[in-house]
């Protein structure tokens, strides 16, 4: 068999699991006898584009004609049986299913967010879950509060694409839910049951687990939608050393924010950035893992790599870390629910990480 895999990576100095479990597909495919034809671009390449090429990206998500004529060219050479899409922006496009689609070779998609209906993917706007764009042919609400790199040029040109590109998502042969709630998320947006399968993302399995480490891990992109100042918060509401040491790993726009926390306190410590090597020793070092995602985060990965390190996890009860932890439904399914959920203020002494410093049933990603 032989399948193309389109992927427009994320930068590269951003936490992205997204990256991760497309690296880890193509090496188990390939592993398992399958011939893939790696068809990638990357964020990081914009830098380095002649002015010729940084003229078309605003028109990129809509039609990327670089990038048709390359996958035109590569399945004409190659024939591939199936094309599989993970995140088409914003040098690829959603174009390629048509291409692929006249190149007559079907098309399954993974669903890694929300943006078939949302211009960030994310459902969530100015630190609280958001739905205003769902069921709208065109979404107005995301130009106006400039939902999409807090650009309102951008917005209009994202809310855009997703209205042309309407039918070429419902033209999709099979998607991919990574959990129910974003088959349910597909049912929405008028996809069908028959193309829907529901397959989580795993990784190669790390080996026996280390014994547990000290202290808290945080790993991921330092944004809002990631919870990071609700982390940072529930610390600061507490004498230094009170909830033990608290690690935090990653790269993003709270990046600041960190560095000051880590820098004011004993107890918090700013690791930065980390490689795929860091990444293992960091979950080694420590003693549970934290996903406090205040958006309806789909099926984080660092809650996989942490399960199967053998480290247990704290998290919020929304999109599908419930489903991870072993909770088998969330509190609200995804996209859905009120914006309090995930913005309600921190209790005054939260138990819970009183109580997690001492070692805890794990339970192993299979």
Same mark, same amino acid.
């Given at each position: 068999? =032989?399948?193309?895999?389109?992927?427009n990576r994320y930068r590269?100095?951003?936490?992205s699991?997204?990256?991760?479990?497309v690296?880890? !597909?193509i090496? +188990?495919?390939?592993a398992a006898?399958?011939?893939?034809?790696p068809?990638?671009r990357?964020? /990081?390449?914009i830098?380095?584009? #002649?002015k &010729?090429?940084?003229?078309?990206?605003?028109? &990129?998500?809509?039609?990327a004609?670089?990038?048709q +004529?390359?996958?035109a060219?590569?399945?004409?050479?190659?024939?591939? %049986?199936?094309?599989?899409?993970?995140?088409?922006?914003p040098?690829?496009?959603p174009?390629v299913?048509?291409?692929?689609?006249?190149?007559?070779v079907?098309v399954?998609?993974?669903?890694?967010?929300?943006?078939?209906?949302c211009?960030s993917?994310?459902y969530f706007r100015d *630190?609280?879950?958001? +739905? /205003?764009?769902?069921?709208?042919?065109?979404?107005?609400?995301a130009?106006?509060?400039?939902?999409? =790199?807090g650009s309102?040029a951008q917005?209009?040109?994202?809310a855009?694409?997703?209205?042309?590109? =309407?039918?070429?998502w419902?033209s999709?042969?099979?998607f991919?839910?990574?959990t129910?709630?974003?088959?349910?998320?597909?049912?929405?947006?008028?996809? @069908?049951d %028959?193309r829907?399968?529901?397959?989580p993302?795993?990784?190669? %399995?790390? *080996?026996?687990?280390?014994?547990?480490? +000290?202290?808290?891990?945080f790993l991921?992109r330092?944004?809002?939608?990631?919870?990071?100042?609700?982390?940072?918060?529930?610390w600061?509401?507490h004498?230094?050393?009170?909830? *033990?040491?608290?690690?935090v790993a990653? /790269? $993003?726009?709270?990046?600041?924010?960190v560095?000051?926390?880590?820098a !004011?306190?004993?107890?918090?410590?700013f690791?930065?950035?980390?490689?795929r090597?860091?990444? =293992?020793?960091?979950?080694?070092?420590s003693?549970?893992?934290?996903?406090?995602?205040?958006?309806h985060?789909?099926?984080?990965?660092v809650?996989i790599e942490?399960?199967?390190?053998?480290?247990?996890?704290?998290?919020?009860?929304l $999109?599908g870390?419930p489903?991870?932890?072993g909770a088998?439904?969330?509190?609200?399914?995804?996209?859905?629910? #009120?914006?309090a959920?995930?913005?309600?203020?921190?209790? @005054?002494?939260?138990?819970?990480?009183?109580?997690?410093?001492h070692?805890?049933?794990?339970?192993?990603?299979?």
């Amino acid at each position: 068999m =032989r399948i193309v895999v389109a992927h427009n990576r994320y930068r590269e100095a951003q936490p992205s699991g997204e990256n991760t479990i497309v690296d880890a !597909e193509i090496a +188990q495919l390939t592993a398992a006898g399958v011939e893939v034809l790696p068809f990638l671009r990357s964020s /990081d390449e914009i830098a380095s584009m #002649p002015k &010729s090429a940084k003229a078309l990206l605003p028109i &990129s998500p809509i039609y990327a004609p670089r990038a048709q +004529q390359d996958l035109a060219r590569l399945l004409t050479e190659h024939r591939p %049986d199936v094309l599989h899409l993970h995140n088409p922006y914003p040098l690829l496009s959603p174009w390629v299913v048509r291409t692929a689609h006249k190149h007559g070779v079907p098309v399954v998609q993974t669903v890694h967010n929300y943006r078939q209906v949302c211009s960030s993917g994310l459902y969530f706007r100015d *630190g609280v879950i958001c +739905q /205003d764009c769902r069921g709208r042919a065109l979404g107005v609400p995301a130009v106006v509060h400039r939902c999409y =790199r807090g650009s309102r040029a951008q917005s209009a040109l994202m809310a855009t694409t997703l209205a042309v590109h =309407r039918g070429t998502w419902k033209s999709v042969d099979r998607f991919i839910a990574l959990t129910s709630a974003v088959a349910d998320h597909l049912r929405d947006y008028g996809i @069908p049951d %028959d193309r829907i399968v529901v397959k989580p993302n795993g990784i190669p %399995d790390p *080996g026996t687990p280390a014994p547990l480490g +000290q202290g808290f891990l945080f790993l991921g992109r330092l944004s809002p939608e990631k919870g990071v100042g609700l982390l940072l918060d529930a610390w600061r509401r507490h004498p230094d050393g009170a909830l *033990g040491p608290l690690r935090v790993a990653g /790269d $993003g726009e709270l990046r600041p924010l960190v560095e000051s926390v880590a820098a !004011e306190r004993a107890d918090v410590t700013f690791l930065g950035p980390l490689d795929r090597a860091g990444v =293992r020793a960091a979950l080694a070092a420590s003693a549970v893992v934290l996903a406090t995602s205040t958006w309806h985060d789909v099926l984080p990965t660092v809650i996989i790599e942490a399960l199967a390190s053998g480290r247990p996890v704290l998290g919020t009860a929304l $999109g599908g870390i419930p489903y991870l932890v072993g909770a088998d439904t969330p509190r609200e399914p995804a996209g859905t629910g #009120p914006a309090a959920v995930a913005s309600a203020p921190l209790p @005054p002494a939260p138990a819970a990480l009183r109580l997690l410093p001492h070692p805890m049933p794990c339970r192993r990603a299979c």
